[in-house]
């Protein structure tokens, strides 16, 4: 079976620079946490006050089992997020990894009018 997963990866920024700060902030609304979404290539979102991150990613797996496939996503999220940093050249240490898994969701019919 192929498991969907909406994993989101969140961290703390350490040693910015003045400039990195600069440029963030200059960036700020192209990463403002009202516009994420989930996706394979990943969601970079953070707060103005650059202290938190977020990484959302869609990762898909083809593991049999269900906990093993989210693990798995987990620990794929969070290697894309930790060479999503190294790629801006920014620092930062993950603090929490949580995974949804899309075959999960109920979607409700709509209500008739």
């Given at each position: 079976?192929?498991?969907?997963?909406?994993?989101?990866?969140?961290?703390?920024?350490?040693?910015?620079?003045?400039?990195?700060?600069?440029?963030?902030?200059?960036?700020?609304?192209?990463?403002?946490?009202?516009?994420?979404?989930?996706?394979?290539?990943?969601?970079?979102?953070y707060t103005p006050?650059?202290?938190?991150?977020?990484?959302?990613?869609?990762?898909?797996?083809?593991?049999?089992?269900?906990?093993?496939?989210?693990?798995?996503?987990?620990?794929?999220?969070?290697?894309?997020?930790?060479?999503?940093?190294a790629s801006r050249?920014?620092?930062?240490?993950?603090?929490?990894?949580?995974?949804?898994?899309?075959?999960?969701?109920?979607?409700?019919?709509?209500?008739?009018?």
């Open positions: 079976m192929t498991w969907n997963f909406r994993i989101t990866v969140r961290g703390r920024f350490s040693g910015l620079d003045e400039e990195q700060r600069l440029s963030l902030r200059a960036a700020q609304d192209d990463h403002d946490m009202l516009s994420a979404s989930f996706s394979p290539e990943g969601t970079f979102l006050e650059l202290v938190n991150y977020q990484h959302r990613y869609l990762v898909t797996s083809d593991e049999a089992d269900r906990d093993d496939a989210e693990t798995l996503a987990g620990i794929r999220a969070e290697e894309l997020s930790a060479a999503d940093l050249g920014l620092g930062g240490t993950t603090m929490s990894v949580s995974a949804v898994c899309v075959e999960d969701f109920k979607v409700r019919p709509r209500a008739r009018r």
